[in-house]
């Protein structure tokens, strides 16, 4: 499968990140750190974008300083706004209102999704495979679902260059749909995925997020948002 193959070694780095080492030291037994991720914190990590907070490394895609120095009320540089940090499940008590181990030994958060607080996870899915989904906060951001069972389309996903990913109810459109707030595209990490993973970047995110879903829904075909609510709802 395209997917597998792409997780397991289509692309293999050289040796590995400080961000990567300590994403790695979160994750669930079970699952495993993308080679492709790998690369990309490599590719971070060259290009100066991170912190290096009291709990761990952060990396972005785009240069902070840079970003806000064009930052004005009508726009902004820098594609799309995403923190990767190693915060594994040691919060997601929280997010689930109780530590159930059956939860807690299949997701490990990588990364902030929106300043309102929303996740990206590793998630294993009952049939024992690695996908990456998507917890809102709730206070802001409702979205709940997989985003990619292909972590090589989960960064293309973030080449499109949405303000943020945590606004599912976007996903139909391209980016600056709205024309309020302009976000300009990252063309540095966009040719980085093209030149780096001989791909192409969508235009819109419906083209890789298969079923789309909200924590307001009723349904939804999304297997990730089903286990959810198996275990919150």
Known sequence: MRGIAKLFGAFKPH???????????????GMVLPPSFELLFQWIEARRCF?????????????????????????RPGGTDIEFAAEGNANLRYWFKAANPDVMSRLCVFAKSGGDGSMAAFWLAEDGT???VHLGSGSGSVTLCIL???PVDFLR???IGYDEICWGDAYSEPPNANGEFI???????????????HTTIPTQA??????PASMDDEHSEDAFWQWVRKHIW
């Open 15 to 29: 040796g590995q990140s400080v961000l990567g080492q300590q994403i790695s030291s979160t994750l669930c037994l």
């Open 51 to 75: 912190v290096d907070a009291p709990g761990g490394r952060i990396g972005f895609l785009f240069p902070e300083a840079e970003m806000k120095r064009g930052w004005t009320d009508h726009g």
């Open 130 to 132: 690695q996908k990456i």
């Open 148 to 150: 990619a069972e292909d």
């Open 157 to 159: 996903l973030l080449a």
């Open 183 to 197: 976000v300009e595209p990252n063309f540095a990490f966009r040719n980085w995925i093209v030149d780096t993973f």
């Open 206 to 211: 419906t083209e890789i997020v298969r079923h």
